[in-house]
């Protein structure tokens, strides 16, 4: 007996597609995986407390991100940290993570650079609580939201009456919202 030959399957080739550009409209969704991303709005119009500078604060970007969580909480912090009246005050309030990947921060005061490690996380509620601990710490308010604020019109009114009035807007949904249900 002799061994038959094998002969590769015929089959109609493959188109050469070598000359036309990948890119994200021409490579399908199942090959690029998604990744959790989160975006952290800045209040630029928020009651500030003793640690921030307002001039700083109005300087910064609207939000933070789309990035992942841990970057986005990154950026948010080191922006805390960069719009402080003092940074050594700042940077003595922010909880350090231990374990983990880490990102880190950094703060300049005495002389010297600080640095600071944070876990990095991949959780969207871990980044608004630690901002929400963070901003209490600080003794600001309302400074950090995954939603979009709205900007008061500076010529109409001030930032007290505007956040008077949306804390008003605020009740008035919760309580139509019981209403509804």
């Given at each position: 007996m002799t061994p038959l030959a094998i002969s590769p399957p015929r089959?109609?080739?493959e188109p050469d597609i070598s000359s036309i550009p990948q890119d994200a409209a021409t490579i399908p969704n199942s090959a690029t995986p998604q990744a959790l991303t989160v975006?952290?709005?800045?209040n630029k119009q928020a009651n500030l407390g003793p640690y921030l500078d307002r001039k700083?604060?109005?300087q910064l970007p609207e939000h933070f991100g789309p990035e992942r969580p841990s970057a986005a909480l990154q950026q948010a912090v080191q922006a805390c940290i960069d719009c402080a009246l003092q940074q050594k005050a700042v940077f003595?309030?922010?909880k350090q993570g231990y374990g983990g990947e880490m990102?880190?921060?950094t703060a300049s005061f005495e002389g010297k650079q600080h640095l600071l490690s944070l876990l990095v996380v991949?959780?969207?509620g871990y980044v608004l609580r630690f901002l929400k601990k963070l901003c209490r710490s600080l003794l600001c308010d309302n400074l950090f939201?995954?939603?979009p604020f709205q900007?008061?019109?500076a010529v109409s009114e001030s930032p007290e009456v505007y956040e008077n009035r949306q804390m008003e807007a605020g009740k008035l949904l919760v309580w139509l919202g019981l209403q509804i249900y």
């Open positions: 089959s109609t080739p975006c952290i709005y800045v700083k604060v109005q003595s309030l922010i990102v880190s921060v991949n959780s969207i939201s995954n939603q900007q008061y019109n």
